[in-house]
C-alpha cells in the first residue's frame, strides 16, 4: 500500500484522511498520500482569495483547525473583519478571522505574483507541514453557485448565488432548484491530480459531501475516467448514516439532485466501476447493514462498520476498515 489518494472536501474528507495517516503510521510508513480537494467553494471576497476546503484539510492535518467548529483557526478574533463590516463591505454573515486572514492573504499575493493555486498551496503548506501532497483539483477557478427557488432578501427566484451565501447565510434552508460548478468548462485537472489518481494503490471517496464536494471533484473533466480506468481499488465512505447526513447539510445537497438521502443511495449514485460508475467498495454503518446485499448485487463490495468519526482511534478504525474492504474488493 504505496501510494494513497483521497478525494476531499472540507471538514468530513479532513478528519477522515487524519485517521488515514494515523493507520498508515502504524500499518505502512513508507505509504505517500495524497489529497486532491475541492475548490468549488472558493470565492473572491474582500479582494483576496478564499480557500474553505484547501485550508480546512491544510489546517486539519497541519495541527491548525478550530477543532470545535471543523473550519478556521483556533482562538480567533475578528478585528480586522469588523472593520471591513464598518465599511459596509464584506459579507456580514461570513467572517474571516484575523489569524486566517495571514493565509489569505498570503495566497493572494502569491496569486497576484503568477503562482498558480497548485504552487500557492504548496508554498502555504511548507509551514503547516500536513503530511500529505496537497492538490486543488484544478488551477482554473470552478465555484459551485445554486440556483435560487424563490424571492430572498435581495435575490429573486431564477438568480444564482454562490453556494456559501446558500450554506451560511441561508444554511442550506432557502430551496434552491439546482448546482451549477461556474468555470468547469474552462477548467483542467491541476499538475498532478490525474496521475495521483491512475498511479494510486488504493482511492478513498471520504465522507464528504457527495454533492458539492465529490461530486464536484467527479465534474472535473478526466476525474472520472482516471477513476474507472486506475489499477487502484476505488472504496468510498458513506457520509449518510441511518438515513441522516453526518455532517453539513448533504440530505437537502442530495434532495436538490433526486437522491434519496441513505448509504444505500449513496452508493448506487457513486455507482459500481463494473457498471459506469466509480466504486469498487462502499464503507457503511453498521445501521445501515440491510443495504449490503443490494449493494453487492450492483457490483459495490460493502462492509457496514462504525463510520461515526467521533474521534482520532473512530477515524483510524475507518481508515483500517477501508483498507480492509480494498484488499477483498
Ligand atoms: N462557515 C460558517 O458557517 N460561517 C462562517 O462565517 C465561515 C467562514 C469561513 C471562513 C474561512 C473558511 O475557510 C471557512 C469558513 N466557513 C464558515 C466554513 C465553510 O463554509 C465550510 O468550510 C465549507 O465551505 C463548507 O464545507
Not at 472504496?235 to 448533504?250: D, F, Q
Request: proline share 5%; hydrophobic share 45%.
Amino acid at each position: 500500500m504505496k501510494r494513497v489518494t483521497v478525494l476531499a472536501g472540507g471538514v468530513g474528507g479532513a478528519r477522515f484522511t487524519r485517521g488515514l495517516l494515523a493507520h498508515l503510521a502504524v500499518l505502512a510508513p513508507d505509504a505517500a498520500v495524497t489529497v486532491i480537494v475541492n475548490t468549488g467553494d472558493d470565492m473572491w471576497l474582500d479582494g483576496l482569495r478564499i480557500c474553505p476546503d484547501l485550508d480546512t484539510v491544510m489546517y486539519t492535518l497541519g495541527g491548525g483547525i478550530n477543532e470545535e467548529q471543523g473550519w478556521g483557526r483556533p482562538d480567533e478574533t475578528r478585528r480586522a473583519s469588523a472593520e471591513i463590516a464598518a465599511y459596509g463591505r464584506g459579507w456580514s454573515w461570513f467572517t474571516l478571522g484575523d489569524l486566517d486572514l495571514a493565509t489569505h492573504i498570503v495566497r493572494t499575493d502569491l496569486l497576484r505574483n503568477g503562482s498558480t493555486l497548485s504552487q500557492a498551496t504548496e508554498f502555504l503548506c511548507r509551514r503547516w507541514q500536513p503530511g500529505v501532497r496537497l492538490l486543488p483539483m484544478s488551477d482554473q477557478p470552478v465555484e459551485t453557485h445554486v440556483c435560487l427557488a424563490e424571492n430572498i432578501d435581495e435575490h429573486t427566484a431564477g438568480d444564482y448565488i454562490h453556494f456559501e451565501e446558500w450554506w451560511v447565510r441561508y444554511r442550506a434552508r432557502v430551496t434552491i432548484t439546482g448546482f451549477k460548478q461556474q468555470g468547469l468548462t474552462d477548467a483542467v485537472a491541476a499538475p498532478g491530480v490525474l496521475e495521483a489518481i491512475t498511479e494510486a494503490d488504493l482511492v478513498v471517496l471520504p465522507p464528504s459531501n457527495p454533492v458539492v464536494s465529490v461530486g464536484t471533484i467527479l465534474a472535473v473533466p478526466g476525474v472520472r475516467q482516471a477513476l474507472r480506468s486506475t489499477g487502484a481499488r476505488v472504496v468510498g465512505v458513506s457520509p449518510i448514516i441511518g438515513g441522516a447526513a453526518v455532517r453539513g447539510m448533504a440530505d437537502t445537497c442530495l434532495h436538490t439532485i433526486g437522491v434519496e438521502t441513505s448509504a444505500l443511495a449513496v452508493g448506487l449514485h457513486y455507482g459500481a466501476r463494473t457498471n459506469g460508475g466509480v466504486l469498487d467498495a462502499w464503507l457503511i454503518d453498521g445501521t445501515d447493514a440491510a443495504a449490503l446485499p443490494t449493494l453487492a448485487a450492483a457490483g459495490i463490495r460493502s462492509a457496514a462498520v462504525p463510520v461515526w468519526m467521533t474521534d482520532l482511534p473512530a477515524t483510524t478504525a475507518m481508515a483500517a476498515a477501508v483498507l480492509a474492504l480494498a484488499a477483498t474488493a
